[in-house]
C-alpha cells in the first residue's frame, strides 16, 4: 500500500487554473486539498523554497519503445522497462504503441499487453495504440511496405479479443479499402480513430470526420501535405474542429515554426503532446532494432537508411519544455497537452487533473520545467538526484 504523502507549499497547475496550495495523497488518491493542510504524513515534501510546481503526470498516448525495449519486443519485460523508465520523465501512463508487421508479431504484441498488470512502482499501461497495419504505401514512413494490409473488421474483431477488449487507438488510413467503414465501427466500439501515415484528400478525411476520427497521428509527418488548391489531410486536421492532433515537439519531426502554426491554429485543446519514442530513447547513439529495421541514431534524429524518420528519442518532460520555448503558451495549456487532452480521449475520468478523489499521478516540476519527483498512483517511483 502506498505510504501517505503530503506535499506543502506548491503551486498546482490544472488545465483551467493555478492555484498555491497543499495536497494529502492517501492510499493511491488525492484525498485533500487546501492550504496549511495538518494531516500527518508517513512522507512529507516541502516545497516552500524550492519554488515547485505540480502538473497532473504526463499521458503519453503514442510510444513504441524506450531504454532499449520495445512494444513488438512482445515481452513482459519489455513492457516492463518502458514502465519503469518513463517515470524519470513525468510519464504516469501510456498507450505501448504496435506497429506494421506480421500479424503474427502483432497478435503477439497484443497478447502480452492483455495479460500485463501494471505495478505501482511503474508508468500505467492504459491499453494499446495499434498503429497500422491499415495504412497508405504512398505515406508508410517507417512501417514496413511489405507488412501493410487492408484493413477487415473480422480481422480486428479478433485483434480485440486477444488484446482482451485493450485496444483503446487505432491509426488508419481512411482512404484504403475499406478503411472508412472500418472507421465507422471501429468509433462506435469507443476506440479513439486517428488518420495517419495517410495520403487522403480533403474531401476523403471530412468523410471519415463524419464516420468517426477524431485525431490525427503525429501531425505533418507521414501525411499528405498542404496545398492551395487540395489542403490535404495537414489542411484538414488544422481546420477542422472535431479532431485532435498528435504533434512530436522535438524540432527534428516539427520546425519550432510548424509548432507555432500548430498552436495558433489548434489551440490547446486541440494538441495532444506525444513521443512516438522507439527502444533508443534513454541510449547512447548507436544502431537499434525497429521493427525487423535496422535505425541509426544520431544528433539529427533516428532515421532508416533509406533516410525516412524512425521515431524519436524524445521525453515528455523535452516536448513540454520545447512546447513553452516555440510558443510561449501557459502552464496550464501545457497541462492540457501533456495530460488533460489524452485522458478526455479515452474517457478517464480518474486522470488528466489534479482534484480530490482522483488518482495520485503528478509530476513535480521546477521553473524551468524539469521533473523533480514523479508520483504514480500516490508513490513516489523517482526522485531527482540532488
Same mark, same amino acid.
Given at each position: ?73 512482445? &515481452? ?25 508487421? &506480421? &500479424? ?80 465507422? &465501427? ?112 544520431? $544528433? ?82 523517482? $526522485?531527482? $538526484?540532488?
Amino acid at each position: 500500500m502506498p505510504k501517505t504523502i503530503l506535499i506543502s507549499n506548491v503551486t498546482i497547475v490544472n488545465h483551467d487554473k493555478e492555484v498555491v496550495a497543499d495536497l494529502f495523497l492517501k492510499d493511491g488518491k488525492i484525498e485533500k486539498i487546501g492550504t496549511q493542510l495538518s494531516n500527518e504524513a508517513e512522507i512529507h515534501i516541502n516545497g516552500a523554497s524550492k519554488d515547485w510546481i505540480v502538473f497532473p503526470g504526463f499521458i503519453d498516448m503514442h510510444i513504441h519503445g524506450s531504454a532499449g525495449f520495445d512494444t513488438m519486443d512482445a &515481452t513482459e519485460e519489455a513492457l516492463r522497462g518502458m514502465a519503469r523508465s518513463l517515470v524519470k520523465e513525468g510519464t504516469t501512463s501510456f498507450l505501448p504503441t504496435t506497429m506494421t508487421q &506480421t &500479424t503474427n508479431a502483432i497478435e503477439a504484441a497484443l497478447k502480452n499487453i492483455a495479460s500485463f498488470v501494471s505495478k505501482t512502482d511503474e508508468a500505467e499501461v492504459l491499453g494499446i495504440h495499434v498503429e497500422g497495419p491499415y495504412i497508405s504505401p504512398k505515406r508508410a514512413g517507417a512501417q514496413p511496405l511489405e507488412y501493410i494490409i487492408q484493413p477487415t473488421l473480422e480481422q480486428f474483431d479478433r485483434w480485440q479479443r486477444l488484446s482482451n477488449n485493450r485496444i483503446k487507438q487505432i491509426t488508419i488510413a481512411p482512404e484504403v479499402t475499406g478503411g472508412l467503414e472500418f472507421v465507422e &465501427t471501429a468509433s462506435s466500439q469507443g476506440i479513439v480513430v486517428s488518420i495517419g501515415h495517410s495520403d487522403a484528400s480533403s474531401e476523403e478525411v471530412e468523410k471519415a470526420v463524419k464516420l468517426g476520427v477524431k485525431q490525427a497521428t503525429h501531425l505533418y509527418n507521414q501525411m499528405r501535405p498542404f496545398h492551395h488548391r487540395e489542403p490535404g489531410v495537414v489542411g484538414s486536421v488544422l481546420i477542422s474542429d472535431e479532431i485532435k492532433t498528435e504533434l512530436i515537439v522535438d524540432f527534428i519531426h516539427c520546425h519550432p515554426n510548424a509548432v507555432k502554426l500548430a498552436y495558433r491554429l489548434k489551440g490547446a485543446s486541440g494538441i495532444i503532446l506525444i513521443t512516438d519514442a522507439m527502444r533508443a530513447k534513454g541510449l547512447p547513439n548507436g544502431s537499434y532494432d525497429l521493427g525487423g529495421q535496422m535505425v541509426s541514431v544520431t $544528433e539529427n534524429g533516428a532515421h532508416l537508411s533509406n533516410g525516412a524518420l524512425a521515431g524519436s528519442m524524445l521525453t515528455m518532460d523535452q516536448a513540454i519544455r520545447h512546447f513553452r520555448q516555440a510558443t510561449n503558451c501557459s502552464f496550464t495549456e501545457l497541462v492540457s497537452m501533456s495530460s488533460t487532452n489524452a485522458a478526455k480521449q479515452l474517457k478517464l475520468s480518474n486522470k488528466g487533473s489534479i482534484a480530490e478523489g482522483l488518482d495520485a499521478d503528478l509530476v513535480l516540476l521546477n521553473k524551468g520545467l524539469h521533473v523533480q519527483i514523479t508520483i504514480c498512483r500516490g508513490q513516489i517511483v523517482f $526522485e531527482k $538526484e540532488t
